[in-house]
T-cell receptor
Framework: SQQGEEDPQALSIQEGENATMNCSYK?????LQWYRQNSGRGLVHLIL?????REKHSGRLRVTLDTSKKSSSLLITASRAADTASYFC?????????????FGQGTILTVHP | DTGVSQDPRHKITKRGQNVTFRCDPI?????LYWYRQTLGQGPEFLTY????????KSRLLSDRFSAERPKGSFSTLEIQRTEQGDSAMYLC?????????????FGPGTRLTVL
């Protein structure tokens, strides 16, 4: 079953604008990861944030994590047409299931040139 | 290319036939995962191996599904007596647990169509 939900389900913006996607989850986690998937292809790892971290940056990506609200957000700044893809958050649980990822349903991002 | 590879990339089969997929992980990775993704959904965990040991299986993995990683390197996923509901993208991922992070690297997937 899916762990969390992404919001919005679809997002359409113009090139140069910022894109923000949100993810909520239900159970305790060890880490939260964001992946990108271009149409019909494999997933590309973007960034991982641990449960004891609150914010992380990588290039044009900024991820926040609020474990008290069980939520995370991914911000893509100065978007490009090449950022058009589906974005998934995935949680890595603590305990004995360490390593297994539980994905949300994804946000479809379209960046218009 | 030293990434995760999967073979075949596409498979079309008739209902009731058996199919087998192969995954070759990144060479130094000791963990290997299988996920299934249907259209419009995120990937769902099926099973994972640490070296050759299968450590966890999802309830999604019915008796018709079997996965092996005989020498702790490549893995195979077999589906027996395929059903139309098995149509999906089957994704393999690998990771290395010796480091501080458990980042998973995904292969391109095998798209299965059951007619």
């Amino acid at each position: 079953s899916q762990q969390g939900e992404e919001d919005p389900q679809a997002l359409s913006i113009q090139e140069g604008e910022n894109a923000t996607m949100n993810c909520s989850y239900k159970t305790s986690i060890n880490n939260l990861q964001w992946y990108r998937q271009n149409s019909g292809r494999g997933l590309v790892h973007l960034i991982l944030i641990r449960s004891n971290e609150r914010e992380k940056h990588s290039g044009r990506l900024r991820v926040t994590l609020d474990t008290s609200k069980k939520s995370s957000s991914l911000l893509i700044t100065a978007s490009r047409a090449a950022d058009t893809a589906s974005y998934f958050c995935a949680t890595g649980p603590g305990g004995t299931s360490y390593g297994k990822l539980t994905f949300g349903q994804g946000t479809i991002l379209t960046v218009h040139p | 290319d030293t990434g995760v590879s999967q073979d075949p990339r596409h498979k079309i089969t008739k209902r009731g036939q058996n199919v087998t997929f192969r995954c070759d992980p990144i060479s130094e990775h000791n963990r290997l995962y299988w996920y299934r993704q249907t259209l419009g959904q995120g990937p769902e965990f099926l099973t994972y191996f640490q070296n050759e040991a299968q450590l966890e299986k999802s309830r999604l993995l019915s008796d018709r599904f079997s996965a092996e990683r005989p020498k702790g390197s490549f893995s195979t996923l077999e589906i027996q007596r395929t059903e139309q509901g098995d149509s999906a993208m089957y994704l393999c991922a690998s990771s290395f647990t010796g480091g501080a992070l458990d980042e998973q690297f995904f292969g391109p997937g095998t798209r299965l169509t059951v007619l």
